[in-house]
């Protein structure tokens, strides 16, 4: 009954290679979110949509794309990973902005060699 | 944005009640306090979520004092299951960017 649902949940690649991370959802929630957790660290907001409106925080390094072709999909595109970027990428979902629980995928864990 | 403040780590045997607090000094009016456990390689969980007073649900108690500057979270009779880290959330309803997950508790339960 996976509720959201990231692939993979291992993902490898070079230096300077833009890598794409994926991130579905069967529980048709209005919002999506992405964030991203290093070691030892709390979670970080990167940018969330609503439906189709997307929020970009602040800090958010422009390295970082997202793109949502429809409600139960949601992607993250790095477009030149870093060393710094290596991290685990959480996707999470809500129902709504008027309700703050948010239900996460497993995670993807990137490596950048 | 309201910054909160928890202990690094705790540690407990199974079976006791574990209470781990968490300071939001600068929390506003429209603020819900949320809590999440996140086990290691995994997304956070949703635990509980309370405005003030107490909440209880089948997993764990909430406790808000009436200034709602702190709160507790209460788990009753831990297990060895229960080792995680534990997140303390302040945001309010309708601005769901503003969720700011702070350092979190690591709660080690040894028998």
């Known amino acids: 009954d996976a509720m959201v649902i990231q692939n993979p949940r291992y993902q490898v690649t070079q230096f300077g290679k833009p890598v794409t991370l994926s991130c579905s959802q069967t529980?048709?929630?209005?919002?999506m979110y992405w964030y991203q957790q290093k070691s030892s660290q709390a979670p970080k907001l990167l940018f969330h949509y609503y439906d189709k409106d997307f929020n970009n925080e602040a800090d958010t390094p422009d390295n970082f794309q997202s793109r949502r072709p429809n409600t139960s999909f949601c992607f993250l595109d790095i477009r030149s990973p870093g060393l710094g970027d290596a991290a685990m990428y959480l996707c999470a979902t809500s129902r709504g902005l008027r309700r703050d629980t948010q239900y996460f995928g497993p995670g993807t864990r990137l490596t950048v060699l | 944005l309201a910054k909160t403040t928890q202990p690094i780590s705790m540690d407990s045997y199974e079976g006791q009640e574990v209470n781990i607090t968490c300071s939001h000094n600068n929390i506003a009016t429209n603020d819900y306090i949320t809590w999440y456990q996140q086990f290691p390689s995994q997304g956070p969980r949703f635990i509980i979520q309370g405005y003030k007073t107490k909440v209880t649900n089948e997993v764990a108690s909430l406790f808000i004092p009436a200034d709602r500057k702190s709160s507790t979270l209460s788990l009753p009779r831990v297990s060895l299951s229960d080792t995680a880290v534990y997140y303390c959330?302040?945001?309010?309803?309708?601005?769901?960017?503003?969720?700011?997950f702070g350092t979190g508790t690591r709660l080690q339960v040894t028998l």
């Open positions: 529980l048709n929630h209005n919002v």
């Open positions: 959330l302040v945001g309010a309803r309708g601005t769901a960017s503003k969720l700011t």
